[in-house]
């Protein structure tokens, strides 16, 4: 079985809102590119979320999506709470 996976380019704009939180908190990290995981000859297909780690959090964004999910896909929080998460959760 042949597994295909292709980088997803993360938007722009989601980009540039997340890199703004960051500088404005003063934390260094870097944003990981998700990917298209898919098996030819099949209909089975996988959207990897971006991803963002601070200090063992890890934050999952999907392009054109306004929530973050925290660790997994079972929770998440408004975009525009993402700050305030951060500056909670930072120590």
């Known amino acids: 079985m042949q597994i295909i996976k292709e980088k997803l380019d993360i938007d722009d704009v989601l ?12 934390i260094k990290s870097k944003i990981i590119k998700g990917n ?12 990897e979320p971006h991803k963002l780690e ?5 934050y ?13 896909l ?5 975009f525009n709470k993402l700050e305030t998460y951060i500056k909670k959760h930072k120590n």
Do not use: D, G, M, W
């Not at 980009?15 to 003063?26: A, Q, V």
């Not at 392009?63 to 997994?72: A, G, H, L, P, R």
């Open 36 to 47: 298209i995981i898919h098996i030819p000859k099949t209909n089975i297909a996988y959207i």
């Open 54 to 58: 601070i200090n063992e959090i890890t």
């Open 74 to 78: 079972e929770k998440s929080i408004p």
């Open 60 to 72: 999952l964004f999907f392009n054109e999506c306004e929530s973050v999910y925290i660790n997994t």
């Open 15 to 26: 980009e540039k809102r997340i890199k703004n939180i960051l500088k404005f908190l003063n």
